[in-house]
Nanobody, 122 residues
Framework: QVQLVESGGGSVQAGGSLTLSCAAS????????LGWFRQVAGKEREGVAL????????VYVDSVKGRFTISQDNAKNMLYLQMNSLKPEDTAMYYCAAGPRFSWYPGHYNYWGQGTQVTVSS
């Protein structure tokens, strides 16, 4: 049973930084793609950053390029999202996810964490 648990969300002023963490257990499948997604109430969940288990390969949605960094610690089965220069429009519930294919579509991911709230005030 794969479990993902996010932490690190909170409230911050615009221009500030936060680091989200995702602890993964129950799998070590190198075929898995890992991602951070976010969702605002009433809107669709969107992909923010993707990587692949055990590979130094990362892609970002345009709105976060240069500000967010996805990384992983394979030895600890941890996934991170370093978020700098935060903007009010980054306010959302952030989720980590794992799935067998590269995709920005949330429906292609099998496993999800419970989410952690990020609130950025102006």
């Amino acid at each position: 049973q794969v479990q993902l648990v996010e932490s690190g969300g909170g409230s911050v002023q615009a221009g500030g930084s936060l680091t989200l963490s995702c602890a993964a257990s129950g799998y070590t499948d190198s075929r898995y793609y890992l991602g951070w997604f976010r969702q605002v109430a009433g809107k669709e969940r969107e992909g923010v950053a993707l990587t692949k288990f055990s590979l130094d390969w990362k892609v970002y949605v345009d709105s976060v390029k240069g500000r967010f960094t996805i990384s992983q610690d394979n030895a600890k089965n941890m996934l991170y999202l370093q978020m700098n220069s935060l903007k009010p429009e980054d306010t959302a519930m952030y989720y980590c996810a794992a799935g067998p294919r590269f995709s920005w579509y949330p429906g292609h991911y099998n496993y999800w964490g419970q989410g952690t709230q990020v609130t950025v005030s102006s």
